[in-house]
């Protein structure tokens, strides 16, 4: 949902960046991100028996992306914009299959001032478009692309995969995998961050677990989220994967041309 709704925050956020405003949107990034940070750090002190590291992780992962869009890292925009499509898929999802509630609405829209203010063009000259980083890297137009689609999606896979591996679980519900999922998105994030092909081989594999770990629309990975708060009830091992899974797609033509070439 989260992928096919982008193009139409992009072209909205392109006529907002036709005015400019650069430091103005990314402070409300910046402060939907921080917002999400300290709120689930107080959750963490608070939560329910077994939330904790939960809410502990969530505030952290927020966090990052909060020095990542103020400081201006190339990588930033692409982490932050993953977080807040997370939080919007998980918000829309819920008001389609659960029903009207003013808490989804704030929640949704916390997250499209993430995502909104850091599209378009006259962002990406802020983080993507700088030259440092694409000259060290050697990186064109379409590589670019490429891996900001995977750093996007694999970022949006992260609250998700945090609540589904941290989160409380019953026997059965595949604790050992959730874990795993959770350490090789996180590192394939590193990886990709610096550009090494080990960094997407391990996205790929976290959502080959993810797919084994927890069957698509799980009622067990609902249940449980469900006990924290509602809004949750759909994020877990389901959506994770699908994120992961269109994490791989941009690079997996190119390796397989590549292995095909070095058969």
């Known amino acids: 949902m989260a992928l096919n709704l982008s193009s139409g925050a992009e072209a909205l956020s392109e006529k ?3 005015f400019g405003f650069e430091r103005v949107r990314r402070a409300l990034a910046a402060l939907s991100l ?10 963490a002190f608070n939560a329910p028996e077994g939330w904790g590291p939960a809410f502990g992780a969530l505030s952290v992962c927020y966090l990052v992306a909060f020095f990542a869009v103020v400081a201006e890292w190339f990588w930033g925009r692409w982490f932050a914009t993953g977080i807040g499509w997370s939080g919007l898929t998980v918000a829309m999802l819920s008001l389609v299959l659960v029903g009207w509630a003013p808490a989804l609405i704030i929640y949704g829209l916390l997250h499209g001032l993430i995502v909104l203010p850091l599209a378009g063009k006259s962002m990406a000259v802020r983080y993507d ?9 050697r990186m064109d137009e379409l590589g670019v692309a490429r891996l900001r689609k995977t750093i996007t999606r694999s970022a949006a896979s992260l609250p998700s995969l945090i609540l589904w591996a941290l989160g409380p679980k019953e026997p059965g519900q595949g604790m050992l995998l959730a874990l795993a999922t959770l350490a090789l998105a996180a590192v394939g994030f590193r990886g990709l961050v610096r550009l090494r092909t080990w960094g997407w081989a391990a996205v790929g594999v976290s959502a080959l677990v993810a797919l084994v770990g927890g069957p698509l629309w799980a009622t067990a990975s609902a249940t449980t989220a469900a006990a924290a708060a509602g809004f949750f009830a759909f994020a877990g091992p389901d959506l994770a994967t699908c994120f992961l899974l269109a994490a791989a797609l941009p690079f997996a033509l190119p390796a397989f041309r590549f292995l095909r070439a070095r058969a």
């Open 16 to 18: 907002l960046g036709a």
């Open 34 to 43: 921080s917002f999400f940070a300290i709120l689930y750090l107080f959750l």
């Open 129 to 137: 478009l700088q030259e440092d980083w694409r000259k060290r890297y």
